[in-house]
């Protein structure tokens, strides 16, 4: 009898570790399968206006590089083993989404004075989990325009929020908002001095509707800020006469903007055709009656 027992038992824990063998090796074989999902993350602060992340998700498949679209990202806070879930998006066709902070103030820090976001894909049936970490501090920026001697030039001074103190070495990009890319201006590259500030002079004859022109000024992609753009906006630009046609009813517009000869023409020799038939049809009628 207790030779039996033991042979039962041997017999189950061997089923038991067969069944899970396999269970585990089908899991593996199908999880191989699936493509590996690369997530980018680019953090981007415009002073006084909006705070939000560039995301974009792609993966190598049959050594192509393609877009993954309609895939849910979770974005997270995580600080001193803590986590806070911000929200979520929905990769578009060319696998971007745009995540907006709503309140900035929500965010914690961890205890190095740093944010830690993370970016998170929790996995479908073509692609596997993956996620994507974004560290940075909050950075300043306070740009101004001002006047010395008839020249005109952009000041602007680079802080560290956290700590309140000027950041030193960084370099900041002048340019001048444009509709396709912006013109920029001063030098390449132009680095903050030992108190944190730029000085840029802005040449004559910039261009501008009416006069006024919107200059950026950028960190771009720091390692330790990431993207972070304060705009000033000053009259001092060569006015020129706005002679866009986007609001009129052109050849070349919108939908919504078509020409009203467009709209009233067909609309005239369609209603003229279904008249001539329809009388036609009276008429035929009234023969066949007679």
């Not at 309140?164 to 903050?192: A, C, H, W, Y």
Request: avoid cysteine.
């Amino acid at each position: 009898m207790k030779n039996q027992l033991n042979f039962r038992y041997v017999f189950l824990t061997l089923l038991s570790v067969f069944l899970f063998t396999s269970l585990t090796q089908e899991i593996q074989a199908q999880d191989i399968k699936k493509n590996k999902v690369r997530l980018k993350a680019d953090y981007v602060k415009i002073m006084d206006e909006e705070v939000y992340f560039d995301l974009k998700a792609s993966s190598k498949i049959d050594k192509k590089n393609v877009d993954v679209a309609n895939i849910e990202l979770t974005i997270s806070n995580e600080f001193d083993d803590e986590g806070i879930k911000l929200g979520s998006v929905t990769t578009n066709m060319n696998g971007e989404s745009r995540f907006v902070i709503k309140d900035f103030n929500t965010l914690k820090l961890d205890s190095t004075n740093t944010f830690n976001i993370v970016v998170s894909f929790k996995g479908n049936d073509k692609f596997k989990r993956a996620s994507k970490s974004i560290n940075f501090r909050d950075a300043l920026i306070k740009a101004e325009l001002v006047t010395k001697d008839s020249i005109n030039y952009i000041t602007a001074t680079l802080i560290d929020k956290n700590t309140d103190s000027v950041i030193v070495g960084e370099s900041l990009n002048v340019q001048v908002q444009r509709l396709f890319m912006p013109f920029k201006i001063g030098e390449e590259f132009n680095s903050t001095d030992e108190n944190g500030s730029i000085i840029v002079p802005i040449e004559d004859g910039i261009p501008g509707v009416d006069g006024n022109l919107t200059f950026e000024v950028v960190l771009n992609d720091s390692d330790d800020y990431g993207t972070v753009k304060a705009l000033v906006k000053a009259p001092i630009g060569i006015p020129i006469v706005d002679e866009s046609t986007f609001d009129q009813r052109t050849m070349w517009s919108p939908r919504s903007k078509t020409p009203i000869f467009i709209l009233i023409l067909p609309n005239v020799l369609t209603f003229g055709m279904w008249f001539i038939i329809i009388y036609l049809i009276i008429k035929l009628f009234k023969i066949a009656k007679s």
